[in-house]
């Protein structure tokens, strides 16, 4: 699908472009920055997934070392475990280990790291923060005006949140930087120097800041950076070899429920029926997942618009038929480069869409508001779309989990929109 792309702050717009391209696997072999410069910081973290907490830390070396100790509260210091082992693409050891629900103060080498809320109420939204290089589309990474991911999380990290909720596409320099002087010399392929460049450096403040829930995007799938996923990111074991789905589970988040799902193949414009099988049993398992209270975080919007008349997701909403999910509030997905939300009449049994893709790679062009447009049979009640870099924060209002406030932020930590969700029914302005 073809998409117009604007490179914001009013600076010069890429009219060509893509906002997906076809999968290709990333030259390393000719890469000719070698793996083996100087050792940089490490990075501790915190994953939020099916089995609860898990305090994770990056530490870039080339072969296997003893993991640091975790302290917990006052208790004496435990060994973190391997998750995954320094590799030639990605020298750097991943050591973990949970966090117990009644830990007050954890730190890895004198490091603090952010301790999960029982009863999280201020969570924060961001998807697509990586700097797109591929082909054409080449960003400029060393720009913070035209990507502006580091202010952005440090701006983030800002407000405090309890929760931070990526909802996927964090690896984007897929190819070498040849056209555009503002990326020169930056890394490319699916490889620890991309994505510390892409994720784990300007996310730094960030991942200091909060626990996080991490959702697979399509840059993330086996042909693009699916290696980096499991090294790095995804909250259970790492694989032998990279799977192209992956099971649902769901996070408990005090009274609220948030189930992931890995959409990252689902096609967008076709419903390919071996997909479509897939993700049919990946929604009746969500059903089982689904409790009052519910959001499905998922990188690909099930009911939303990538174009004025280009609706998404066709895999997912065959998938997703006549199965009941009615204690789903909303859905919270990325993949289209804007902040976008969209509502249907309670009579559709539908959850409201929001759409968070707009954390810092290209932007998409905005598009008149397709309320009242129907999208898979049901016409769209409420609906708002804007282009502009960003983040989401949703607090309760009221404290009544059904409602929630919403408010987005532009990099600098400026309020840029408001939302209200009520029930089913998002309203933004």
């Known amino acids: 699908m073809i998409f117009k792309l604007a490179a914001g702050s009013g600076l010069a717009v890429l009219a060509f472009a893509l906002i997906m391209l076809p999968n290709r696997s990333p030259i ?7 793996l083996d410069r100087p050792a940089a910081s490490s990075y501790p973290f915190v994953i939020w997934g099916p089995d ?7 530490i870039p070396t080339q072969t296997p070392i003893p993991c640091p100790n975790l302290q917990l509260n006052n208790s004496p210091p435990q060994s973190m475990q391997i998750h995954a082992a320094p590799t030639l693409n990605f020298p750097v050891q991943v050591c973990q280990l949970g966090i117990p629900k009644n830990v007050t103060s954890a730190s890895i080498n004198q490091q603090p790291l952010p301790i999960p809320k029982a009863n999280p109420k201020n969570f924060l939204v961001i998807g697509d923060t990586g700097c797109r290089i591929e082909g054409n589309l080449q960003q400029s990474c060393n720009n913070p005006q035209q990507w502006p991911f580091a202010q952005l999380a440090q701006s983030a990290a800002m407000v405090k949140p309890d929760l931070v909720i990526h909802v996927g596409d964090y690896y984007y320099r897929e190819g070498q930087c040849s056209k555009n002087p503002d990326c020169a010399g930056s890394p490319y392929g699916d490889r620890w120097v991309t994505w510390e460049a892409d994720l784990f450096k300007p996310a730094r403040p960030l991942m ?17 950076g699916g290696e980096g996923w499991f090294h790095l990111l995804d909250p259970r074991p790492k694989p032998a070899q990279c799977p192209d789905y992956t099971d ?3 996070v408990p988040a005090g009274p609220l429920n948030l189930v992931v799902l890995d959409s990252s193949l689902a096609a ?25 209270n519910t959001w499905l975080l998922t990188h690909r919007p099930i009911w939303a618009f990538a174009t004025a008349t280009n609706p998404l997701n066709d895999t997912l909403q065959k998938a997703v038929k006549d199965i009941p999910l009615p204690g789903i509030q909303q859905v919270l997905s990325g993949h289209v480069h804007l902040f976008a939300s969209f509502s249907f009449r309670a009579s559709d049994h539908r959850p409201a869409q929001l759409v968070i893709g707009h954390g810092g790679t290209l932007l ?3 598009f008149p508001s397709p309320q009242g447009k129907i999208l898979d049979g049901a016409p769209v009640d409420q609906a708002f779309v804007l282009s502009r870099f960003g983040f989401l924060t949703l607090q309760t209002r009221n404290s009544t989990l059904m409602q929630w406030k919403g408010k987005a932020y532009d990099p600098s930590g400026t309020v840029f929109a408001t939302c209200e969700l009520e029930g089913r029914t998002t309203i933004c302005r």
């Open 268 to 292: 967008d414009s076709k419903a390919p029926p071996v997909q479509v099988q897939q993700y049919r049993t990946q929604f009746q398992t969500i059903a089982k997942l689904t409790k009052k």
């Open 28 to 34: 390393v072999a000719a890469d000719p920055q070698p």
């Open 364 to 366: 998409n062009y905005a």
């Open 52 to 58: 609860g907490a898990i305090a994770r830390i990056a």
């Open 248 to 250: 649902p589970y769901a």
């Open 208 to 224: 200091a800041a909060a626990p996080w829930v991490v959702i697979r995007g399509n840059h993330e799938d086996c042909k693009r």
